[in-house]
């Protein structure tokens, strides 16, 4: 088979599609230098239109991204993870209305059954659910992405874009979303119960970790990978969920935290051993029971800056790790 270069397929782009091509050609090579341009070839006879996979390796792996050329315009290709497309849509604002929007029609999921590409006229089994901007937001499990005729002003945004998907690239093993997923959220998770909490007040400088599960460890590593933030110690201990930890962003030190959970309506769910099992799927379990419901998620404010939809609490019963999982709902 014939192997062709680079420079072959640069050759193919139009001036505008090389300067682009060189501007996101050079950012990798600077930042990503383990992603090379591999599987370079002409997808038709008449050499028309041409790919490459910026990948690892040769063949296999997943591409940070793939660049086309049709008849000399330039277009980027990028298959996002659940936790690239959230961190996209906490930073969605850094981003121009021309990539914000195009991504956002691609991502954002706006039917009640799935799409061809995840099972037809069956339910979606794999939607996921973000809490951004104090509102639900529901989307592709695995959408692809697509920047069609790029254009000079789309460097930097698309640069920034590649840089968030740099840090997502690899997928923990508790998301992988195989044909048996939506049985094995009913088995752990069970049923989702409508309950009224009382004023919870919580102690954030009495946190006796010890006290609560059997391995500190597995808690801290949890805890860091579901950015799941200490709230205090009350019978278990309590975390809200924060989307600042998804962007790597620090805490105002003057920022006014709230360590009550608020009187009122809430969806839970309780799960066993929870440190083998993704907080991520319990949420989107509970989010579309909440969804066939019909009940509002209503969100928390916990700071001056923050607003969350999910509290966990954490405990021991009988030497086995529990973990209840609390969504605020509207109503009486």
């Known amino acids: 088979?014939?192997?062709?270069?680079?420079?072959?397929?640069?050759?193919?782009?139009?001036?505008?599609?090389?300067?682009?091509?060189?501007?996101?050609?050079?950012?990798?090579?600077?930042?990503?230098?383990?992603y090379k341009p591999f599987d370079i070839k002409p997808l038709d006879k008449s050499e028309?239109?041409?790919?490459?996979?910026?990948?690892?390796?040769?063949?296999?792996?997943?591409p940070i991204c793939t660049v086309y050329s049709k008849e000399g315009k330039l277009s980027v290709q990028v298959c996002l993870l659940p936790?690239?497309?959230?961190?996209?849509?906490?930073?969605?604002?850094?981003?121009?209305?021309?990539?914000?929007?195009?991504?956002?029609?691609?991502?954002?999921?706006a039917v009640s059954k799935s799409c061809r590409n995840y099972g037809g006229n069956n339910v979606c089994a794999w939607r996921q659910f973000y809490w951004v901007n104090k509102r639900l937001v529901t989307a592709c499990p695995y959408p692809?992405?697509?920047?069609?005729?790029?254009?000079?002003?789309?460097?930097?945004?698309?640069?920034?874009?590649?840089?968030?998907?740099?840090?997502?690239?690899?997928?923990?093993?508790?998301?992988?979303?195989?044909?048996?997923?939506?049985?094995?959220?009913?088995?752990?998770?069970?049923?989702?119960?409508?309950?009224?909490?009382?004023?919870i007040n919580l102690d954030i400088n009495e946190?006796?970790?010890?006290?609560?599960?059997?391995?500190?460890?597995?808690?801290?590593?949890?805890?860091?990978?579901?950015?799941?933030?200490?709230?205090?110690?009350?019978?278990?201990?309590?975390?809200?969920?924060?989307?600042?930890?998804v962007c790597g962003l620090s805490r105002d030190k003057n920022e006014r935290l709230q360590n009550t959970i608020i009187k009122g309506r809430y969806a839970k769910v309780i799960i066993e051993s929870p440190f083998t099992f993704s907080l991520n799927r319990v949420w989107n379990y509970m989010c579309e029971w909440l969804q066939s419901s019909k009940e509002t998620v209503k969100g928390c404010i916990i700071s001056d800056n923050e607003n969350t939809a999910c509290f966990t609490r954490l405990f021991t019963e009988d030497s086995k790790d529990f973990m209840a999982v609390y969504i605020p709902i509207s109503g009486a």
Not at 209 to 218: A, E, P
């Open 48 to 62: 028309k239109e041409w790919r490459i996979h910026y990948r690892k390796k040769p063949k296999t792996g997943k």
């Open 83 to 109: 936790s690239m497309l959230h961190e996209f849509l906490v930073r969605q604002n850094e981003f121009s209305d021309r990539i914000k929007n195009n991504v956002l029609k691609q991502a954002i999921c």
């Open 144 to 199: 692809w992405i697509y920047f069609d005729n790029c254009e000079e002003n789309d460097v930097s945004d698309i640069k920034l874009f590649l840089d968030i998907q740099a840090k997502h690239m690899v997928q923990n093993s508790k998301e992988i979303k195989g044909s048996k997923y939506a049985e094995e959220n009913i088995q752990r998770c069970g049923e989702v119960r409508s309950i009224i909490l009382d004023d």
């Open 207 to 245: 946190l006796k970790t010890s006290n609560h599960v059997n391995k500190n460890q597995l808690l801290e590593k949890y805890t860091g990978l579901y950015n799941l933030v200490p709230m205090g110690e009350k019978d278990g201990l309590w975390f809200y969920f924060s989307d600042k930890a």
């Open 1 to 34: 088979m014939m192997e062709y270069t680079y420079n072959e397929f640069f050759s193919a782009v139009n001036k505008n599609g090389q300067s682009i091509l060189s501007a996101i050609n050079e950012h990798i090579i600077s930042h990503y230098s383990e």
